[in-house]
């Protein structure tokens, strides 16, 4: 029975030996993915941080832009201003003839009579 003994010992010492080995590959492997993953989390941070400063660059040229239309509306609407007080004016310069005519049309004149002499100065020292 010792050679049965032994045999079950050897095949035992043997599977102990090779269970041990897939735990150590199991734990080489486990550690290789926590490593890939700890360099997938890395990049990933870094991508953020530079999506992140790109949203900042966005944002200060999309103020930059909204400022420049504020300017383009603001100018439109006083070049539109312009446009309608000049034709405002030149309506009235259009009509502004035609109501000198029609005022002087109702100036009367008036005449003096008399023996005033209009402009005769009178010397009133005494």
Partial sequence: MSTVS?????????????RSQQVQRAADQATLVARALQSQ???????????????????????????KANQANMGLRAAESIGEAQTQLAEVYTKLPETVTQTSALVTNVT?????NVGTVIDTTA
């Fill in 6 to 18: 032994s045999a079950t010992t050897v095949t035992s010492g043997m599977w102990q030996q090779l």
């Fill in 41 to 67: 989390a890395s990049d990933a941070r870094a991508a953020a941080q530079r999506a992140q400063e790109n949203a900042r660059s966005l944002e200060v040229k999309a103020g930059q832009a909204q400022a």
């Fill in 112 to 116: 003096t009579t008399g023996t005033e």
